[in-house]
């Protein structure tokens, strides 16, 4: 049996240090990220061990993966030390994506309720159109609240609690609030789109897009053990194309709710979702040549075949 370690501990942030963060910690050769968090919050009283954040002393980035050893941590290794933040009072992944998603549910539902009351001229029925575009994006985030609760599994426990108020606006503001105001106005283009031919090519395009990316997420958690944190590699399901076909799904079922609901704000939207999910893909990408190397076959485009 391997014999114990000592690892300094330093706080990452000397303006605002961690109280009573002992000076080092006497650890068993199999100690996990995870494992010395519990330690340290357990030696500083902090009563949630999520709060404690642990980075490497020379890249000063944070030691993402809770089920690694310690002593596979190069950086930390080598060095024999940790620095350490307090990240303050955290909230589940799963609770702000259900949180994330509720927003444009809700919002999109009270502004057709309310269609009389938020419009001039608004006393007749919505278009088909219209209530075909409610449908496609009441349906979206529904389906993205199931897989948050039954198909998902996160790497990391928690994340800051205020996080949640930055990531919801997107949701709530966006395809939530301006979305639903432009698209069931009496005089948006789906109120007035009279072609059912453009109508039925945005439903096959968004069924086409949602289908595929319930089976790329179904697959993605099939990859993952319960509660755990490795990765292996993908293939099908459109990663001999890209490296988050994901991605490229939601855009496709996304690019359908455009056709279907005219709308320039469910464009804004989409753009700028899809310049954050590129964003993504770019970091997935370095990640697996990194964790992967050769046995990695390596992609070009992260989303889009040819474009992105």
């Known amino acids: 049996m391997a014999a114990p370690t000592t690892l300094k501990l330093?706080?990452?942030s000397p303006k605002q240090p961690v109280k009573k963060l002992p000076p080092s910690l006497e650890l068993a050769a199999d100690a996990t990220v995870e494992d010395v968090k519990k330690l340290i919050a357990k030696e500083v009283r902090i009563g949630d061990y999520n709060r404690v954040g642990l980075y490497d002393p020379s890249t000063k980035k944070t030691l993402k993966n809770r089920k690694a050893l310690i002593a596979d941590e190069?950086?930390?290794?080598?060095a024999g030390e940790v620095l350490v933040k307090d990240l303050g009072t955290q909230?589940?992944?799963?609770t702000v994506?259900?949180?994330e998603y509720l927003g444009p549910i809700l919002i999109h539902t009270a502004v057709v309720a309310a269609r009389p009351y938020l419009y001039k001229n608004a006393e007749g029925a919505m278009s088909q159109t219209q209530w075909l575009s409610y449908g496609m994006i009441v349906l979206h985030f529904v389906k993205r609240e199931f897989e948050t609760l039954f198909v998902h599994k996160f790497s990391a426990n928690t994340m800051p609690f205020f996080n949640v108020f930055k990531n919801s606006f997107f949701y709530w503001a966006i395809?939530?609030?301006?979305c639903a105001f432009t698209i069931y106005s009496p005089t948006s283009l789906a109120a007035k789109a009279d072609i059912p031919v453009i109508d039925a090519l945005g439903t096959a395009l968004y069924l086409f897009g949602e289908t595929g990316n319930a089976l790329v997420h179904r697959y993605l958690s099939s990859l993952r053990s319960t509660g755990g944190t490795e990765r292996k590699i993908p293939v099908g399901y459109g990663f001999n194309l890209v490296t988050c076909p994901n991605?490229?799904?939601e855009i496709l079922s996304w690019v359908g709710i455009i056709l279907a609901s005219r709308d320039w704000a469910v464009v804004?939207?989409?753009?700028?979702?899809?310049?954050?999910?590129f964003d993504w893909a770019k970091g997935k990408e370095?990640?697996?040549?990194?964790?992967?190397?050769?046995?990695?076959?390596?992609?070009?485009?992260g989303i889009l075949p040819g474009l992105l």
């Open 91 to 94: 909230i589940s992944w799963r």
């Open 97 to 99: 994506f259900v949180i």
């Open 175 to 178: 395809s939530g609030a301006l």
């Open 10 to 12: 330093t706080n990452r």
């Open 286 to 301: 370095r990640a697996y040549r990194k964790e992967f190397g050769d046995s990695y076959k390596k992609k070009r485009y």
């Open 247 to 249: 991605y490229m799904f």
């Open 74 to 78: 190069e950086g930390v290794a080598s």
């Open 268 to 277: 804004l939207f989409i753009a700028i979702g899809a310049a954050q999910m």
